[in-house]
């Protein structure tokens, strides 16, 4: 995983012109349901902030390119949620672990719209939480409210800190 890691970010720090469409891509994955839990991303998209504050890459580029890859991931999701949970919760990995989609739901039936706003911050609460919206039948109007905002946030939160010279996570990981 630290191969995939480094390469991601050195293919980013070495080709700018891609460090846009490389954003957009891991922040989609990131907040997409089932493709979350394969991709490594948020771990990547702070290397790539790091890279922002040593390098010549451009931070508002690429926090919109991030913005706009997660809202999609989770407007993506929260569609899924509104026409497919049913066949979802019987595919891999909720079919095995059922706790997963029951924790977003959960959490989304407790706190609502905040649920989809903060859920974007928490680990796999990131994808299930639209999905369980859709499903529970949020209105679209409130659900992109909390949609786009919270993936500003969260662009920022992941890339800011590198792009203002503090330290970050990626400074601790194995070179």
């Given at each position: 995983m630290d191969v995939i890691?480094?390469?991601?970010?050195?293919f980013a720090r070495d080709h700018a012109e891609w460090a846009g469409p490389i954003v957009f891509a891991l922040a989609f994955a990131e907040s997409l349901v089932l493709i979350?839990?394969?991709?490594?991303?948020?771990?990547?998209?702070i290397g790539i902030g790091a890279?922002?504050?040593?390098?010549?890459?451009?931070?508002?580029?690429l926090w919109l390119a991030a913005?706009?890859?997660?809202?999609?991931?989770?407007?993506?999701?929260f569609w899924l949620g509104q026409?497919?949970?049913?066949?979802?919760?019987?595919?891999?990995?909720?079919a095995g672990r059922p706790d997963l989609l029951a924790r977003g739901h959960r959490f989304f039936l407790k706190w609502g719209v905040y649920g989809v706003f903060f859920g974007r911050f928490f680990g796999p609460l990131r994808a299930s939480v639209p999905l369980a919206a859709g499903a529970?039948?949020?209105?679209?109007?409130?659900?992109?409210?909390?949609?786009i905002t919270?993936?500003?946030?969260?662009?920022?939160?992941?890339?800011?800190?590198?792009?203002?010279?503090?330290?970050?996570?990626?400074?601790y990981l194995p070179h």
């Open positions: 890691i480094r390469l991601t970010q050195e979350s839990l394969l991709v490594p991303a948020t771990i990547i998209l890279l922002i504050g040593i390098s010549q890459l451009a931070f508002i580029p913005t706009l890859g997660a809202a999609l991931g989770d407007w993506l999701s026409h497919y949970h049913e066949p979802i919760s019987r595919m891999w990995p909720f529970c039948g949020m209105s679209a109007t409130a659900f992109q409210w909390a949609n919270s993936a500003a946030l969260w662009a920022a939160s992941l890339l800011g800190p590198g792009a203002l010279g503090l330290p970050t996570v990626i400074n």
